[in-house]
């Protein structure tokens, strides 16, 4: 980002990300719903370009208009209505400003896997007793994950019975110890909560934004960011909200 860019993010989180955009040189505003305000306040410290918020997205303590740029990953698909969301995150972008979001995507390859039949039947039980499901599921499959996690057509056939969410073929300085950690919450989030919606839904929720706005909506996906698994996110959309008339490259 550019230096001095006035920037919201959400979901503040711990502040690994926040400490990045900090670091970049943006006037960062970072809110989170959770208390996990409290340790992103502790990691980043008193910086005089930075201030963070424990407040709804949906609900943002901004003025309409307010930034240049808006960055909000990982966090639409857990909203009660990602739509609405969408709706408050364009409403603190100024004219001229950036929108950046992602969202798990549908994909007719779920139609070859027993990972949407897994959510079917979780999604109905208790949070609790889901969730000791699910430990069991990462404790039977994730192993498996990670002994063939250098031999790609292993790790297709593996993804058709394992509903397990595993990136250990993916190139990241983690330890096999981590890579479990995030197996875990990753596979509870997607087996009883996480929605997807298709590419397709994401870009119709822009041109909503479009009908109700005089400023001209320019979506297109990125790839500056890797998804998570091939096909898992609607892509890194970007949102360019300019002046009437002005295109956006």
Same mark, same amino acid.
Request: overall charge positive.
């Given at each position: 980002?550019?230096?001095?860019?006035?920037?919201?993010?959400?979901?503040?989180?711990?502040?690994r990300? !926040?400490e *990045?955009?900090?670091?970049?040189?943006?006037?960062?505003?970072?809110i989170?719903?959770?208390?996990?305000?409290?340790?992103?306040?502790?990691?980043?410290? $008193?910086?005089?370009?930075?201030?963070?918020?424990?407040? $709804? *997205?949906?609900?943002?303590?901004?003025?309409?208009?307010?930034?240049?740029?808006?960055?909000?990953?990982g966090?639409?698909?857990?909203?009660?209505?990602?739509?609405?969301?969408?709706?408050?995150?364009?409403?603190?972008?100024?004219?001229?400003? +950036? +929108?950046?979001?992602?969202?798990?995507?549908w994909?007719?390859?779920? *139609?070859?896997?027993?990972?949407?039949?897994y959510?079917?039947?979780?999604?109905?039980?208790?949070?609790a007793?889901?969730k000791?499901? !699910? $430990?069991?599921?990462?404790?039977?499959?994730?192993?498996?994950?990670?002994?063939?996690?250098?031999?790609?057509?292993?790790?297709?056939?593996?993804?058709?019975?394992?509903?397990?969410?595993?990136?250990?073929?993916?190139?990241?300085?983690?330890?096999?110890?981590?890579?479990? $950690?995030?197996?875990?919450?990753?596979?509870?989030?997607?087996?009883?909560?996480?929605?997807?919606?298709?590419?397709?839904?994401?870009?119709?929720?822009?041109?909503?934004?479009?009908?109700?706005?005089?400023?001209p909506?320019?979506?297109?996906?990125?790839? !500056?960011?890797?998804?998570?698994r091939?096909?898992?996110?609607?892509g890194?959309?970007?949102?360019?909200?300019?002046?009437?008339?002005?295109?956006?490259?």
């Amino acid at each position: 980002m550019q230096a001095c860019q006035n920037l919201a993010w959400c979901v503040a989180r711990a502040g690994r990300f !926040t400490e *990045l955009l900090v670091r970049a040189g943006a006037l960062v505003h970072a809110i989170d719903l959770s208390a996990a305000v409290e340790t992103n306040r502790r990691n980043i410290g $008193d910086r005089a370009t930075y201030s963070v918020a424990q407040a $709804d *997205l949906r609900a943002a303590p901004f003025p309409a208009g307010a930034f240049d740029a808006v960055v909000c990953l990982g966090v639409l698909q857990h909203t009660p209505s990602p739509e609405q969301s969408i709706a408050a995150l364009w409403r603190m972008l100024a004219p001229g400003g +950036l +929108l950046v979001i992602d969202h798990y995507a549908w994909t007719l390859s779920r *139609l070859t896997k027993l990972g949407p039949l897994y959510r079917m039947i979780l999604k109905r039980l208790p949070p609790a007793r889901a969730k000791r499901i !699910t $430990d069991v599921l990462v404790d039977v499959f994730f192993p498996l994950h990670w002994a063939v996690r250098h031999v790609r057509p292993l790790q297709m056939l593996l993804s058709r019975v394992s509903p397990c969410l595993a990136y250990c073929h993916e190139p990241m300085a983690l330890t096999r110890e981590q890579h479990e $950690d995030w197996c875990r919450l990753d596979t509870f989030d997607e087996l009883t909560w996480a929605p997807r919606r298709s590419a397709w839904c994401v870009t119709a929720t822009w041109s909503r934004r479009r009908a109700a706005s005089r400023h001209p909506i320019h979506v297109r996906p990125s790839r !500056t960011l890797p998804p998570r698994r091939p096909g898992s996110r609607a892509g890194l959309a970007r949102a360019g909200r300019g002046p009437a008339g002005a295109p956006r490259p």
